[in-house]
């Protein structure tokens, strides 16, 4: 690479992008930890798509009708973290860029959304991001058919490397894509040829402009290096209403020893190679230091947007008061006033008619009073809409002829699913929830994690969640995955028995503000368990009494969720005719029971003799709540998997597990014995 | 589509796949559960497949040289287990086909592994079954190239469906397979337009011969339901050098009312138009009926095999009698004669050098004298081979041009490498090992799900296994996934403390039969803890006393496990300094722990006043260990994580959330005090 030629041709761009590639050099070498050779790639590409095309603010970097950039690189961090300082926000100090990976310092190894304004959204765990950018793509669409172009109005541009484009995950987001027509969504793919392991043929030899256009995507081809090919490229994605892939060929490390080799994907932090590098560039400033003529050509872009902005406000402001309210109390994650009442009305309705119906079932009816007065819902499944009942008839599809429309009818792409979620959510405006079985949890992993680092209320709706799913065997029972989404932090992991508690559930999920919450729901038929209404949400407790002793009479403590609540009854039923009193706890979510004060709990789970766990899945975890009270620790008992399950009928299948009624008052009757 | 015409040019061919139509909608309908119309669409590829090219022995389902055939559309179980009925697997019998999805018999709801002779690998999880095919195929190349093709040559055939393809980890399969020019793997795409929310354009508009060919498959186009096409079809597929793809176009549930649509995708179980499809094929029999011309000639298929197999006998009987050895000793899993001793002399050699060292480089290290001595064993990274520590000199790398090669670059593709190495394993004849970052077990969870449920001994050699990572931050910092892997029935997750232990760990690991194991490495250096050389496995036992107090002295148990092992017994210093007596159980797998025996158990760990576990994960699981003994409970504590991580060196991570040895010792005397 002619690095001379570049700087010739247009020496302004040159010291602008240098400017990325040196912040990027120096962060990394003061960190002695990253990648400094992807910025320094990627420098002219987002040179140009920050001087000429992003629209954004930066004295109001969470505008609503701003331009979304993401890096689903996530590992060229500092390309970030040099844009925002360079554009003027404020979060973004040259001395955050200084503490590149330390503690406490906004400017974390890789992107995290929340650290620092400007950041869309955390990226890293390769593929995310192009994933993430069909949700925010998706999510502007609806709130443009729903606002008007004159407020809803951007694009959403990727910087996407090769790892982002081997993970699985990046085909479901470009087939989603591709399909909705998401003429809005650009990315830019770093085609740089390396890999950490070497040159990227070591691994694939994928046609990625065919492979793109082969899901219906618009694609061009340029040297990323160029800063007019660039702009042009940009200038035709914008116009085309495919979703476009501009193909930039670039070199890693441009210009550094370690350029187009794997070496050049890390940490570049030898001082002679960097000095070499910088003398190439033409860059004769200290670490860290940007001249002022550079700086403030990067700040002129920065300070373009206002107008941009001011303009967007006079527009906005002539919505009708309504439309105003709605899309604010969306963005800001309020739920709306009428929520409380209708859950409660709900829960009135459910208690009176008692009917027995699957959690599942009860979902959709709730979905069914709920999406008529949230307009900022959006529904889909992964090809289970019948299974997973979260379309109700007010939705409408979603596709590239109704913009309108709310239900999403993913595919088969757990993954790709459950990361658009993230975008959608991450946009803002939106409230996203979507299906599959519960079993396939383990394909959206990797989304659903960052659903809970990012603080993302997304709401997953996992029916068919143990092996009351029956026929369809051990690869669709689900028995680990209860103790998989207890272990991960900052995730609401509701099991709910009944009708009421399926309401109140929901109540709780679409009220958090910074935390996803996962509906673990039956394919099976429940009877109802609450059969007292009560106004208040006894769920938010995460764990409360259903059914108790005489008092004085308490011998046994049964703690259930979901679809063993009703066995535990029906256990309490038996021990009660044998004179045995027992107290049963319907424990709908841990994590909301963990957060209250240790004296509810107590109340909740005082000491005894003896306490039974019931959950058609594995013990792990359940020990915490066997224990009991120290000094008056109870004997325990656990009464559900310890194995994979099996394809027969469900009935017949709690039956031969042991997951009984029966089976849960024997337990009892041998520790009291 | 005109069912009679499609009768009248084929007649003998038709009813032979008229057969797999009927029992397909007979076993259904016996269910009342299933999917009909999948085995319907496919029946006459099928067909062609068995009766013209798939070379099998079902008197000898285990013929290593077999052709594999796998379902990965799985919920279509009802067209395997037809074939292999058919064609005269003895275990397939016309009972199992009656009792199809009931408990206790072979027919599950999806193919599972082990369940039925002739049953390739489990499927249902969709696009596994195409991923594992990926692994079935490298494995054969290996072993041609080791053994010659006189043993060694056959193909890998797949049925995928549309949803097979929508998930991302197909995209994996695609490109590792165009990439490695695997030519022995054939994939029909039963291509039928039908998803079960509907039409496919519901949620995708790809080409899939483009996308194919993108990453450097032959695909050929072809009408699946004319057996000459079909025949020449693979007659081309095999001659060609690239792996193939045949898209088959197919009619769902053809020539039932139900054809052509979603609903043809379940369970057709209406008597009256089942009635009127098998009038429209001709089939004028009772329910499970297969008239006897109509069998024989499938038999004759079936017995076609016998005549191949011998030969092949009498070409493997040709081998020497040390190749013929090593081959069946691998098939059969077992282990060298020499990996005792050669384990054992590695912990001799480790506690005399007495070095700290990352596990990581521990386990490199061990690599290097087991790849030499078991020519089973088969590398691979997720594109971070110089991290993993999975390479050894010995190994060369697998590709095109070197079909010896035992390591593989398996791509930025965690999902697609755990399900090839799961096609490794089944194919059978090698042990595959491979690596990623603990982290993104989250990626490839749904494939290591299915090595425990298939009790497959693939090993996991899961690096960077906590916030000792450092620098990139929660996104790259597991803190729940020893939580999930201790939760998933049938895996042994292992985190050894040094050297030693990392020894021992692979020793298990590859003694394994049937259980899969995850080695949970650290990325930083770690002192030897294990100073006294032990002939004995003691990571076999689980847990195990590494360091005690003075006889009748105990007044603490520390329990650590991996990287926090170490801190356990720089905790122990400091409370013996105090005189306060501890003992320090390292625990590397809990599964072995809680298979010994309960006296062992309480051996190691005995009733006493303090319990503190050090992880440095989530507590989730840990309170089993912390209750203690019954009538002998512990004051407990756990010093570890209760949220995601953060981005800074490690040794300041550890600090600052606390998980050291004074905050340990801290824990300890609160407890007791």
Redesign the interface.
């Known amino acids: 690479m002619d690095i001379q030629a570049l700087r010739k041709a247009h020496p302004e761009h040159w010291m602008r992008a240098a400017a990325i590639r040196t912040l990027a050099l120096d962060g990394v070498a003061a960190?002695n930890?990253?990648h400094s050779g992807m910025p320094m790639g990627m420098a002219d590409v987002a040179t140009v798509l920050y001087e000429k095309h992003l629209r954004f603010d930066p004295k109001a970097p969470n505008w609503p009708d701003r331009d979304r950039f993401i890096l689903s690189a996530?590992h060229g961090s500092m390309l970030l973290y040099a844009l925002l300082h360079l554009t003027g926000y404020e979060q973004a100090s040259l001395q955050q860029l200084k503490d590149f990976?330390?503690?406490?310092?906004r400017t974390?190894?890789?992107p995290?959304y929340g650290h620092m304004e400007g950041i869309e959204t955390?990226?890293?765990?390769?593929?995310q991001g192009i994933a993430n950018s069909v949700g925010f793509a998706i999510a502007e669409e609806i709130l443009r058919a729903r606002y008007g172009k004159g407020v809803v109005n951007h694009h959403t541009y990727v910087i996407a490397g090769?790892?982002?484009l081997?993970?699985?995950?990046?085909?479901?987001a470009i087939?989603?894509a591709?399909?909705q027509k998401l003429g809005s969504l650009i990315v830019f793919f770093d085609n740089n040829n390396i890999?950490?392991?070497?040159t990227v043929?070591?691994?694939?030899?994928?046609?990625?402009?065919?492979?793109f256009?082969?899901?219906?995507w618009h694609v061009i081809e340029i040297d990323g290096h160029d800063p007019v090919a660039i702009d042009k490229a940009i200038v035709q994605a914008k116009a085309d209403p495919r979703p476009s892939m501009i193909s930039c060929k670039t070199h890693i490390a441009l210009g550094h020893a370690a350029q187009d080799t794997s070496k050049g994907h890390g940490a570049l932090t030898d001082a002679d190679q960097m000095a070499a590098a910088k003398a190439a560039y033409g860059w004769d400033y200290a670490p860290f230091e940007i001249p002022a003529d550079v700086k403030s050509q990067w700040e002129a872009f920065g300070a373009r947007g206002a107008t941009a902005h001011a303009e967007w406000q006079t527009r906005f402001d002539k919505l009708s008061k309504g439309k105003q309210d709605e899309f604010n109390r969306a963005l800001n994650l309020d739920a709306p006033k009428k929520l409380s009442a209708t859950i409660k009305a709900f829960k009135k309705q459910a208690t009176e008619a008692g009917a027995k119906m699957a959690t599942r079932s009860s979902s959709e009816k709730v979905l069914e009073v709920i999406n008529p007065i949230m307009a900022e819902t959006v529904g889909g499944?992964a090809?289970?809409?019948?299974?997973n009942n979260t379309k109700t008839a007010d939705l409408g599809?979603f596709?590239p002829d109704n913009r309108a429309g709310r239900f999403i009818?993913?595919?088969?792409?757990?993954?790709?699913m459950a990361a658009a979620m993230n975008g959608m959510a991450l946009h803002g405006g939106i409230r996203p929830y979507s299906g599959t079985f519960m079993?396939?949890t383990?394909?959206a992993?990797?989304a659903m994690?960052?659903s809970?680092?990012m603080e993302v209320p997304a709401v997953y709706v996992m029916t068919h969640d143990s092996i009351g799913l029956?026929?369809?065997?051990?690869?669709?029972q689900p028995?680990?995955h209860l103790?998989?989404l207890?272990?991960?932090?900052?995730t609401h992991v509701f099991r709910p028995a009944d009708s009421v508690e399926v309401a109140e559930a929901w109540e709780l999920a679409l009220t958090a503000k910074k935390t996803p919450s996962v509906l673990a729901l039956s394919r099976q038929g429940l009877p109802l368990v609450r059969k007292d209404h009560k106004n208040k949400n006894m769920s938010a407790q995460g764990a409360y009494v259903l059914a108790d002793a005489e008092a004085g009479k308490r011998q046994a403590i049964l703690m259930a969720t979901g679809s063993e609540v009703s066995v535990a009854m029906a256990a309490r039923d038996i021990l009660e005719a044998d004179g045995i009193g027992t107290r049963v706890v319907s424990m709908p979510c841990w994590e909301l029971f963990e957060a209250q004060e240790e004296k509810i709990r107590k109340r909740v789970l005082p000491g005894g003799p003896v306490r039974v766990a019931i959950e058609a899945g594995?013990?792990?975890?359940w020990?915490?709540w066997l224990?009991g009270e120290?000094g008056k620790?109870a004997?325990a008992g656990f009464i559900g998997m310890?194995?994979?399950g099996?394809?027969?009928?469900a009935p017949?299948?709690f039956e031969?597990f042991g997951i009984t009624a029966e089976a849960t008052a024997q337990k009892v009757r041998d520790l009291l014995a």
């Open positions: 960190a930890s990253g996530g990976r330390q503690w406490g310092a974390a190894g890789h995290e955390t990226t890293g765990p390769l593929g090769d790892g982002c081997m993970e699985g995950i990046s085909q479901e087939g989603l591709g399909m890999t950490i392991d070497g043929d070591l691994a694939d030899i994928t046609d990625q402009t065919a492979r256009e082969a899901s219906g499944s090809d289970l809409t019948g299974s599809v596709n009818h993913y595919g088969i792409r757990e993954h790709g079993c396939f383990d394909y992993r990797g994690r960052l809970a680092l029956g026929e369809d065997g051990p690869t669709h028995v680990e103790a998989m207890r272990a991960t932090p900052n594995v013990r792990l975890g020990d915490k224990l120290r620790e004997k310890n194995s994979f099996a394809s027969a009928p017949e299948l031969k």
